[in-house]
């Protein structure tokens, strides 16, 4: 599998081609380029507005603690954060660039090829330390790179790990030793079902929303696959983009899969599983922090955390599901921006808050202080971020997203089988990039 930086780079000339139907802004050049609109502003003063996402990752509470940190360094700058659910978090900084009403955006690595293009963010390559291209994490890197460009500040690398109930496992007369596979997973949860241990096993998000393609790309890449040729064109319809599809489809007809994964989204899973009704699913890194949580978890201490299972062709890439925090175009407090987002994503404030997100910096991963806070997850994430698996590069990718995530849940629901699906998924999708 090729890695992220590489694939990154190989799609820039076809992102750019489709670049050109993508809408251009007042705030926007001819190029499509971000101008000056919007001011410097005072870099110790002001207010802020930040746009961030109410689940996964830093919590509403982890923010709020950062922003009392940055306010100790920097006490009149004001923050105000905004907190939407990630379904909404695209959209809200789209519609709201227009008239300014962020400074500081929040951004899935999906999002930089789209809002560069537009001029909804602001180039901040000439602001970033040399250093960091060496301090950083890879898979973190690339988050808000375009075309060689970086428009935001990595705030944490991310991506979905396997969780597994022990308790259940043993109880069905299996190891955890038995779960590096796919294959090993199906043949534990098929005794779980037999014995009456779980009715269904297994939980996904495979919601249609963005939820859905994060847990596809995995197991695309698990059965060998990734979503493009070196061309840029997607290739899902083929090979390993049909198998992975035919195979979330049989573990529903077999009864290991919840039926109702079709209507879950990740929070649903985490319900789920904290709920003892599932004994497998696949979440993002804070995902342990809630099922070791008393208050909301059924099944505290019960919970082991891996990368993802091995597939056919023996590899476990993690979909690559890091963010970034980008300075709106049009904000009025540039200067503050960067003294905040550079703030919140360095070192010493990520190491504050490594039992909700693991931090960008590969010193920390290497300092046993910081692991042991975490060590379940620093362990299984350094293997998740070894290989990942990105999803399109492409400024229109939302539409594209939404035309996959269509056809997946078509053959989930038996409306068509997975080779149509992923037939007329190609096909949309690729009027869309050729528009």
Partial sequence: MKTPQKRVRRLAAAAAIAAASALVLSACSVTGAPTSAGGAGDADSGTLNALFMKQAGYTEDDVKAMIEDFNEEYPDITVNPTFVAYEALHDKIVTSAPSGTYDVVLMDVIWPAEFASKGLVTDVTDRFPEEWEQDMLGG???TAEYQDKYYGVPWYPSTKLFYYNTEMVEQAGYSTSDLDTWDGVLEVAAAMKEQGIVKYPIAWSWAQAEALICDYAQLLGAFGGEFTNDDGELIINEGPGVEALSWMKQTIDDGLSNPNSTTFLEDDVNKTMASGQAAFSLNWESTFRDLNDESISQVVGQVGVSATPKGAEGTRPGVNGAMALGIASKSENKDAAWNFISFISSQSEQEKFVTSTLPNWKASYEDPEITETNPEVFAAAKVGYDDGILRPQVPNYSEVSQ??????????LGKKSPQQAM????????????D
Wanted: net charge negative.
């Fill in 140 to 142: 973190a890197l690339i």
């Fill in 403 to 412: 035309i996959i995530q269509a056809e997946i849940q078509n053959a989930l």
């Fill in 423 to 434: 037939d007329d998924a190609v096909a949309a999708a690729n009027d869309v990039l050729n």
